[in-house]
């Protein structure tokens, strides 16, 4: 059976450097899964999970973002954060995403700190969504 090749790099490490059955992730027209003969490509990639599935096993992901690049096989993420589901600290995130909630109250979306805030937001909920998929 044909495999991609799978990176996954952050600009502290590489994250996972492995073959994989397939890989889904948070494009920025949506989500997408790449399988073995997928056409070339390259996206930007939104806040979300990546999931990657060897065999019966699949791994998730929290990022913040990023870049995804498909060629003959090999499926390269460049992401700017990344986080392994089983390593998230669920109440930190959800206290994060609780700060996040109660600071966007207090501002206008003419704010300059909306969007930062508004960031910080879609973070946590990745962060936490992950986390609650993971096997742990």
């Known amino acids: 059976m044909n495999r991609?090749?799978?990176e996954i790099i952050t600009p502290e490490k590489v994250m996972v450097r492995q073959e994989v059955d397939m890989v889904e992730a948070p494009g920025a027209s949506g989500a997408f899964g790449i399988?073995?003969?997928h056409v070339?490509?390259?996206t930007t990639l939104e806040c979300g999970e990546?999931?990657?599935f060897n065999d019966t096993v699949m791994r998730i992901l929290a990022t913040s973002g990023g870049y995804a690049e498909v060629t003959d096989d090999?499926?390269?993420l460049l992401l700017d954060t990344a986080?392994?589901?089983e390593d998230i600290d669920l109440s930190r995130a959800q206290n994060a995403m609780s700060r996040a909630e109660s600071n966007l109250k207090q501002l206008s979306s003419e704010d300059?700190?909306?969007a930062?805030?508004?960031g910080a937001l879609q973070r946590a909920v990745a962060r936490i969504s992950a986390a609650s998929k993971s096997p742990d």
Request: net charge neutral.
């Open 74 to 76: 090999k499926v390269l």
């Open 4 to 6: 991609l090749s799978l």
């Open 83 to 85: 986080e392994f589901a």
């Open 112 to 114: 300059r700190d909306y």
């Open 116 to 118: 930062l805030v508004e």
């Open 35 to 37: 399988l073995p003969g």
């Open 50 to 52: 990546v999931r990657f």
């Open 40 to 42: 070339t490509f390259l």
